[in-house]
Nanobody, 118 residues
Framework: QLQASGGGLVQAGGSLRLSCAAS????????MGWFRQTPGKEREFVAL????????RYADSVKGRVAISRNNAKNTMYLQMNSLKPEDTAVYYC????????WGSGSWGQGTLVTVSS
């Protein structure tokens, strides 16, 4: 089970840190990631982290402004978002899937709303 938190209202240029706590499983063999969705649009990839080893990947739209990380002891993933823009406004979802598997076959959190005002 994944529990996302940390969303809120922030002014453009501000920062937020999202958290995603994983319970009920060990995540050592997993890839975890963040996606976001706005009304009328498809869910889009934001960032991922390979839990074992910590390698990361980012969408071009956020590269240089966000950082994904994890805390092994807490089984928690984070997304530090800086220099936020109004176009970052979305519901952010965390997800976890086994390495080599599709995201759709994994687990998803409930989403946390990020609103960036101009």
């Amino acid at each position: 089970q994944l529990q996302a938190s940390g969303g809120g209202l922030v002014q453009a240029g501000g920062s937020l840190r999202l958290s995603c706590a994983a319970s009920g499983r060990t995540v050592g063999n997993y890839v975890m990631g963040w996606f976001r969705q706005t009304p009328g649009k498809e869910r889009e990839f934001v960032a991922l982290i390979v839990w074992s080893g910590g390698s990361t990947r980012y969408a071009d739209s956020v590269k240089g402004r966000v950082a994904i990380s994890r805390n092994n002891a807490k089984n928690t993933m984070y997304l530090q978002m800086n220099s936020l823009k109004p176009e970052d406004t979305a519901v952010y979802y965390c997800a976890a899937t086994l390495r080599g598997s599709r995201w759709g076959s994994g687990s998803w959190g409930q989403g946390t709303l990020v609103t960036v005002s101009s």
